[in-house]
């Protein structure tokens, strides 16, 4: 969310979140588009919430509450919608707010989120790549401990987890005991 993003709802800003942090996500938009449709020989228009471009697809997005889901306009947007994505190559997606709001995932994301714009220099990711490099994965506080000598503060260190050149896992809450690492994950055969 480096550059400024309009939501209309507090769920399409969480989804953001999870987004940002998606490896699978090269680019999103929000209210990217108005679709018109005809639905019971009525013309109608549609907005969808997001334009998610992913490595494999793109995606039309709606965030809707789950206890919406069920509702007979909701259905037959829904069923309308699916069939034009298919049409213009796109995925339909809904997602809801019960997905969304997974905790403590998304508050760790908000809190990694706040050290999105700490300045960080290539000295310092070089400290950070040298130190992680064959580094078992470490508690937080630890490699806060080694590295502070070096320059690196602890807020460097979570803005290198929220870029996700280093990772813990955020299903559990981020604490000082969390173990990080290098970014290990292997998309060589994604790209």
């Known amino acids: ?12 800003r969480d989804y953001m979140y999870l987004l940002e942090i998606d490896p699978d996500v090269v680019s999103y938009r929000s209210q990217p588009l108005k679709i018109s449709y005809t639905l019971n020989n009525q013309l109608r228009r549609y907005t969808p919430d997001f334009f998610v471009q992913r490595r494999s697809r793109e995606q039309i997005v709606e965030i809707k ?3 919406r889901l069920n509702q007979d306009q909701n259905l ?3 069923q309308v919608m699916n069939s034009l994505g298919q049409s213009q190559g796109w995925e339909f997606v809904v997602i809801t707010d019960k997905m ?4 403590p995932l998304l508050s760790n994301l908000k809190l990694l ?3 999105a714009q700490i300045r960080l220099t290539l000295q310092n990711l070089m400290l950070c790549h040298q130190y992680f490099t064959n580094q078992p994965p ?14 690196i503060s602890p807020a460097m260190l979570l803005k290198l987890i929220f870029l ?10 981020l604490i000082a005991q969390s173990q ?7 998309i060589s055969g994604e790209l």
């Not at 969310?1 to 769920?11: F, G, K, R, V």
């Not at 506080?141 to 502070?148: I, S, V, Y």
């Not at 996700?164 to 809450?173: M, P, R, V, Y």
């Open 1 to 12: 969310m480096q550059s400024l993003i309009w939501y209309e709802s507090l769920n399409e």
């Open 65 to 67: 509450p789950e206890k």
């Open 76 to 78: 037959q947007l829904f």
């Open 100 to 103: 969304i709001k997974k905790e």
């Open 113 to 115: 989120y706040r050290y």
């Open 138 to 151: 470490i508690p937080l506080l630890t490699a806060q401990n080694h590295l502070q000598p070096q320059g």
């Open 164 to 173: 996700g050149f280093l990772e813990t896992d955020c299903q559990n809450q």
């Open 180 to 186: 990080i690492s290098l970014f290990s994950r292997d």
